[in-house]
């Protein structure tokens, strides 16, 4: 089975510095995909970034980005440029890339609530 | 906006009541997903959805019924729930894992559930 780590419960960033959320993952499977989610008090489930296994090159999505690191089954987030919207729970997920089985499932980590100092 | 909406944003209801939460989706996904939400915890998988059939169901307790009346409209009717089912509720919606299977999920904003 599948299983995702945050190891951050919360982390803070003052306005419009860079800050990284961490994320590790344990899978035998060489085919899957990697999202970040965030989760501000609105509660919506909003997806920032997301990495396929087999690509090299690291997504990026504007002000946000991700160090994938496929043989440390690594995968943190970088915000640049802070913002107090960006203020949330990150979440970090995992979904297998097997058709047969499990890939509806987004294995999710516990989370990494963010403040943003002004 | 959210392309997934859910109905009612908070509902509050006695252990003996009858009620459904509702979603619905126009973004021609395929699969639709009830996730539970515990306070600061990750949204655990329920039920999933393709193509209108149930294809995965979490060992979730028959309290909780779902139902899939057409391709973009998902219930999740509930009866004689437990003040431990309270909690956030959140469907989502994707593209059906055979045609375009590392789409993200897209989520609503949730229904908040208080049981009494």
């Known amino acids: 089975a599948q299983t995702v780590t945050q190891s951050q419960p919360e982390m803070s960033v003052q306005e419009a510095e860079t800050v990284t959320l961490s994320c590790t993952y344990d899978?035998?499977?060489?085919?899957?995909?990697l999202f970040w989610y965030k989760q501000p008090p609105s509660r919506q489930m909003i997806l920032v970034i997301r990495?396929?296994?087999?690509?090299?090159q690291n997504a990026t999505e504007n002000r946000f980005s991700v160090n994938f690191q496929k043989a440390a089954k690594s995968f943190s987030l970088k915000i640049s440029d802070s913002q107090l919207g960006d203020a949330a729970m990150y979440f970090c997920?995992?979904?297998?890339?097997?058709?047969?089985?499990?890939?509806?499932?987004?294995?999710f980590g516990k989370g990494t609530k963010l403040s943003v100092i002004p | 906006d959210t392309e997934v909406t859910q109905t009612p944003k908070h509902l509050v209801m006695g252990m003996t009541n009858k009620k459904s939460l509702k979603c619905e989706q126009h973004?021609?996904?395929?699969?639709m997903y009830w996730y539970k939400q515990k306070a600061k915890k990750p949204p655990e998988l329920m039920f999933v959805?393709?193509?209108?059939?149930?294809?995965i169901n979490e060992s979730v307790p028959s309290r909780f019924s779902p139902e899939c009346p057409n391709s973009s409209l998902l219930n999740l009717h509930l009866h004689a729930l437990q003040p431990e089912d309270s909690a956030l509720y959140l469907c989502?919606?994707?593209?059906?894992?055979?045609?375009?299977?590392?789409?993200?999920?897209?989520f609503g904003n949730g229904t908040r559930l208080t049981v009494t």
């Open positions: 997920a995992y979904r297998s890339g097997d058709t047969l089985a499990g890939s509806y499932q987004l294995t």
């Open positions: 899978t035998s499977e060489s085919d899957y995909y």
């Open positions: 959805y393709s193509y209108e059939k149930l294809s």
């Open positions: 990495q396929e296994a087999y690509k090299q």
């Open positions: 973004m021609g996904h395929r699969a």
């Open positions: 989502a919606s994707s593209q059906e894992r055979g045609s375009f299977y590392n789409s993200p999920l897209h």
